[in-house]
């Protein structure tokens, strides 16, 4: 079952490598091709129908992979009706979060309507519903809640993201999430669009519902203790109100996996359910003669942990563990002995038909690893030692074998996790998740028993958390690698499995050398006099990265969208190390504006910063001014703006721009200047102005790109960082036109995600690499 099921897993990841989905012929097609294998004269051979059967379920997976894939994807958001007010009627589908600036939540689609005329439904969305938190504004009128029907205004848009190296799949997340649209909730007074609350309830949302309701309640309840949101996450599942601060150490000290509702707290549950009922089922009368003790306690262990697993809404993790208990309690049911690795087959298996697009999920592969590793570590161990040494030596075979992995998914793998998880899962195992699994139980009907009990959770927690923060400020609690490859994934994967087997296992030793590759990646690194400048998506915003061979700069940082969300943090950050880049020498913040500073605090908490480099008062920072240059390994920066004898009456004028030159090409970064500032340029460096690449200024709106600009500039190629479908509608048509005219080609951030240029080395072309055509999944939209 095992070689079966891997076979299946692996026909699905095939697809996943497309970068265009398949047509649906090929569905017909592969089922013909198994067909094929039946042939009679061939099923006298054992090794011949073995190798088939791998083949079959290969191809299935694939098959089935392709079907879901379809079943998703060709349900769209038709190209005319983005940015167009559309009426829609549907039932909230999550339980609604909030922070300063919005409402959030997910909406399944009944009927939408354009222009009085019904327009298939595109299913769920992903809504957003904007305004600052004001009692007596419109929006905080109105109370929204899981479970409800609806009646909006929205403004919608296909799924799409940033698209940068090393960064998170926003894309693929809605993908995985069966989400075919984003947009916002639209009010109107004057064409009375108003959001209405329908009366008919919903059916078939009774679980989300409860878990709204116990959502409301446990908020409430624990919203003066200190760790509310890591209690609620116990709880319920809903992480949202853990902060960023928090997050922090739970990666310092890996540690995450704690407020994951998985195996671990639906075990913990089962196993005290299976217990108590074994040990009061027989006080139970006539019911005990009918069924045994151990029966009747699997059943009542299975019940509550699928309802509870329901209740955390069926994340990866919980599924994983829910259809392993299932097996091990039906096993018991039927006093049938199963082997651990039929188990974990059958849990993979079950999870890969309920939804093969959980392949995409970090936690389908850290859930299932830690299981396998755990598996792996009692390979051939006649006895289990049941003491902490036990406990300790299995944390670290845990800690060091998901390293690879951690280290493809994020990035960074935890140093100090085997100590923290010694400690900090029989904490919260035995003694946080108990308190406030009987206090979510009791909070309905007994609040003030239920606040007792969190707040004795909270205290425990509290005490935890001094241990792991002292930890997680250590130098050493984290080692931030390069995303390795398929195959160094791979060959480090097998080398620290090799590591865990037991003494006198064939080539243990060999995993050494295997895992080589993982600590000493191949960087692409730069000669003398080339340089490499990297303009990353951020939306409507600007963030640029400058490489020669021995320094970096960052030249604006993009923008800040709410407390928790910057892309200083979402994209320059992981760009940064995806690179290998662990020290900034030159930070430039460009002006004030948000969407140029807004990552700023996040990339000098992350990366040590030589130097910061702005047009305004930032705190710690030294002036830029036209006349400013240095060389960089043979390449040539120059300051041309702002100009220190002027004043500027828009701060969009007093950008810091930069010219970046290499031989005879070049770069100009020329932040958001106007057409006064533009002229000013053109009087004082004319032709020395002439640049290979421009960015274009001011994301290409209508008050930038003077022809007498771009006469002076003169570029052969036109970078426009820009958001998409961006209410400000940049870039402007008549700069696009002005562009065109000069027969200059144009790329786009949204279109082409982050664009790279190398230039400067001697008798090389040109390099530009848009990283959304290079990096395409057929998940990812094509604009």
Not at 528 to 538: N, R, S, W
Not at 734 to 758: C, E, H, K, W
Not at 762 to 780: D, F, T
Request: with cysteine.
């Amino acid at each position: 079952m095992v070689l079966g099921t891997l076979s299946f897993l692996f026909g699905i990841l095939l697809l996943q490598q497309f970068s265009s989905l398949p047509d649906i012929i090929w569905c017909w097609a592969l089922l013909l091709i198994l067909s094929l294998p039946f042939l009679p004269r061939y099923l006298q051979n054992a090794q011949y129908i073995r190798t088939i059967r791998m083949l079959i379920l290969f191809m299935l997976g694939f098959l089935w992979a392709l079907l879901r894939a379809h079943w998703v994807l060709d349900v769209a958001l038709p190209t005319e009706l983005q940015g167009k007010d559309v009426l829609v009627t549907g039932v909230i589908a999550s339980i609604p979060l909030e922070d300063h600036r919005k409402r959030r939540f997910e909406f399944d689609i009944e009927i939408l309507e354009f222009n009085k005329q019904k327009i298939p439904s595109v299913g769920k969305v992903r809504i957003s519903w904007y305004g600052k938190k004001n009692k007596n504004s419109y929006k905080n009128k109105i109370k929204l809640k899981a479970g409800q029907r609806w009646q909006f205004w929205l403004r919608l848009k296909q799924p799409h993201g940033f698209m940068n190296p090393g960064s998170f799949d926003y894309e693929g997340w809605l993908y995985q999430k069966k989400i075919r649209a984003t947009g916002y909730v639209r009010v109107n007074y004057k064409k009375k669009q108003f959001a209405k609350k329908l009366d008919n309830e919903a059916s078939g949302y009774r679980m989300l519902i409860l878990r709204q309701n116990l959502y409301d309640t446990l908020k409430n309840i624990t919203a003066k203790n200190k760790y509310s949101g890591i209690l609620v996450a116990l709880a319920l599942g809903e992480r949202t109100g853990i902060t960023q601060q928090q997050w922090q150490v739970f990666r310092a000290t890996g540690t995450s996996h704690l407020v994951a509702i998985s195996g671990l707290h639906i075990g913990l549950l089962a196993g005290f359910i299976f217990f108590l009922t074994r040990r009061l089922w027989p006080y139970c009368g006539s019911a005990a003669l009918i069924l045994a003790s151990p029966r009747a306690a699997a059943i009542s262990a299975l019940f509550i942990a699928a309802f509870y697993a329901a209740l955390s809404g069926f994340a990866i993790p919980a599924q994983r563990a829910l259809i392993m208990l299932s097996v091990v309690m039906l096993s018991i049911f039927w006093r049938h002995k199963v082997q651990s690795t039929q188990v974990l087959s059958f849990a993979l298996l079950s999870v890969l038909l309920l939804d093969p697009v959980a392949v995409l999920s970090a936690g389908f592969w850290l859930s299932f690893s830690a299981v396998a590793i755990i598996s792996l570590a009692a390979l051939g161990r006649l006895t289990i030692d049941k003491n902490w040494r036990m406990w300790g030596r299995l944390q670290w075979r845990i800690s060091l074998a998901l390293i690879p992995l951690l280290v493809f998914l994020f990035q960074q793998a935890s140093l100090i996790s085997p100590l923290t998880n010694l400690v900090a899962i029989p904490v919260v195992s035995f003694v946080v998740v108990p308190l406030v699994l009987l206090a979510t139980s009791v909070s309905l009907l007994l609040p003030d028993l239920a606040a007792i009990l969190y707040s004795l959770a909270d205290s425990t927690l509290h005490i935890l958390w001094w241990f792991l923060a002292y930890l997680a400020d250590t130098p050493v609690s984290q080692w931030h690698g390069i995303k390795p490859a398929l195959l160094p994934l791979c060959l480090a994967s097998l080398g620290f499995a090799l590591l865990l087997t037991p003494k006198g296992w064939p080539a243990k030793y060999v995993g050494l050398f295997l895992i080589i590759p993982l600590l000493w990646p191949n960087i692409d690194s730069l000669r003398h006099g080339e340089v490499e400048i990297t303009l990353l998506d951020v939306g409507q915003g600007l963030a640029a990265v400058v490489q020669t061979r021995q320094h970096t700069l960052v030249f604006d940082t993009g923008p800040k969208f709410s407390q928790s969300f910057d892309t200083g943090a979402a994209v320059v950050v992981p760009f940064m190390r995806q690179k290998g880049i662990k020290k900034l020498d030159i930070l430039v913040v460009s002006h004030k504006d948000n969407d140029h500073r807004g990552g700023l605090e996040s990339i000098q908490a992350e990366i040590e910063t030589s130097k910061l480099v702005s047009s305004y008062a930032a705190h710690g920072s030294e002036a830029c001014y036209a006349g400013q240059n240095w060389v960089w390994d043979g390449i040539l920066f120059e300051m041309l703006n702002p100009d220190e004898l002027l004043s500027y009456k828009k701060r969009n004028n007093a950008s810091c721009v930069l010219r970046i030159s290499a031989g005879k090409e070049s770069l100009l970064l020329s932040g958001d200047i106007e057409k006064r500032a533009e002229t000013l340029l053109v009087q004082q460096y004319s032709a020395q102005l002439k640049s290979t690449y421009l960015v274009s200024p001011h994301h290409g709106s209508k008050t930038s790109s003077s022809q007498a600009f771009l006469d002076a500039v003169a570029p052969d190629f036109i970078l426009i960082p820009v958001g998409f479908k961006n209410r400000y509608r940049m870039p402007h048509v008549t700069v696009l036109q002005r562009y065109r005219d000069m027969n200059i080609p144009i790329f786009q951030t949204f279109n082409s995600g982050a664009i790279s240029v190398r230039f400067g080395q001697k008798n090389s072309s040109k390099i530009l690499v848009e990283y959304r055509k290079q990096s395409q999944k057929y998940w990812n939209s094509h604009h």
